[in-house]
């Protein structure tokens, strides 16, 4: 895979230092020079962005004359908390930090295909398995955290009013089915995000090479569109199953 030009400016600094760090770990570096590749590179990207976008609005902020980026992410901040509210319910506050972080990493990775010279991370698989994984582990800490031990009786059926063979039974038939829904969802955040943006920046380098004019130009505007869907998609999934991991039975 050629390099981008950031992927070897991050090379030429620290490829030395991440190779040596590496190898002492054990890992095997297939390209000693050149440790860092372009996924990781625009993920790095994206982070340093995020981080001087939070730093820009922290050091505006202002209650009489709030200026654009204030107002920005006021919105962003005003829709995710509608959206965790309405999905989530009591305490959907607490939620609201991780979602919009997450949502701002997925949009600006998935709209970094659309710059000249970069390309969009997420258009490789460990990258939305990356987001998916710490949704996951996420979501059942705080389950676990607002139950307690209790937190099982999501994965064993209901219990209450029922005879006594079927609360035994029950949760045998129940508890599989439920581990595996679970891990599935994993595989579904992770496809999902992976193949639409892998697909769109595929259509769209095919056009570019056959007609660079005109028609391509419709593509980007698609892949743009793309990039919002699948941001809010996966968002409004991380929402529900934080509702569904903090919802006491009643």
Do not use: D
């Amino acid at each position: 895979m050629e390099q981008l030009t950031f992927t070897k400016f991050l090379n030429h600094l620290f490829g030395p230092a991440v190779t040596a760090l590496l190898e002492k770990l054990g890992v095997h570096v297939k390209h000693p020079n050149a440790p860092i590749n372009n996924p990781l590179a625009m993920e790095l990207l994206v982070v340093l962005l995020l981080t001087l976008f939070f730093i820009a609005v922290r050091l505006r902020l202002s209650v009489e004359r709030p200026g654009a980026l204030q107002l920005t992410l006021e919105g962003i901040r005003n829709f995710i908390e509608g959206l965790a509210g309405e999905i989530i319910g009591h305490h959907s506050e607490r939620f609201v930090p991780y979602l919009i972080v997450l949502g701002l990493f997925i949009l600006l990775c998935n709209l970094l295909g659309i710059v000249p010279g970069l390309e969009s991370p997420t258009g490789v698989p460990y990258v939305p398995l990356g987001c998916a994984i710490v949704t996951w582990f996420y979501y059942h800490f705080a389950g676990l955290r607002e139950s307690g031990p209790g937190y099982v009786k999501h994965f064993i059926g209901p219990q209450e009013g029922m005879p006594l063979i079927v609360r035994i039974l029950l949760p045998v038939l129940i508890f599989p089915i439920e581990i595996f829904s679970h891990l599935a969802r994993v595989l579904s955040l992770t496809v999902r995000l992976f193949a639409n943006m892998f697909a769109g920046e595929m259509v769209t380098l095919v056009f570019f090479s056959l007609l660079p004019l005109g028609i391509p130009i419709i593509f980007e505007a698609l892949h743009i569109g793309v990039s919002f869907i699948q941001t809010y998609i996966f968002v409004l999934l991380a929402a529900v199953y934080f509702g569904e991991a903090v919802a006491h039975e009643h």
